[in-house]
């Protein structure tokens, strides 16, 4: 399966836009993107969460853990593990959930 990039979806997600690529029976991949002093308050899902940075910079909290995502870093947060952003500058990163997110 093939999806262009003028056939995403546009989906909302705690007050934010994202597009929404490929999604299949197990996972889905996403564009998101952040401007800067947006913040993705704590939250937990039973999905499994990758993602890499495209660009901008971004403050993550998995858990007790503080890290710093710049273009070029991956990051992985398990399911059902509670997680944050505070978006430091305007950022885009491409996501992937498993399962898919309703």
Do not use: W
């Amino acid at each position: 399966m093939v999806v262009k990039s003028e056939d995403y979806r546009i989906k909302k997600f705690r007050g934010f836009s994202f597009l929404l690529g490929a999604v299949g029976e197990r996972m889905m991949v996403a564009l998101m993107e952040f401007q800067k002093g947006d913040e993705v308050e704590s939250h937990e899902h039973p999905n499994e969460q990758a993602g890499y940075c495209l660009s901008g910079r971004f403050e993550l909290k998995v858990s007790d853990k503080e890290y710093v995502v710049e273009p070029g870093d991956s990051y992985l947060i398990p399911g059902d593990t509670i997680h944050s952003c505070h978006f430091i500058q305007d950022s885009q990163m491409v996501e992937v959930f498993s399962p898919p997110r309703k």
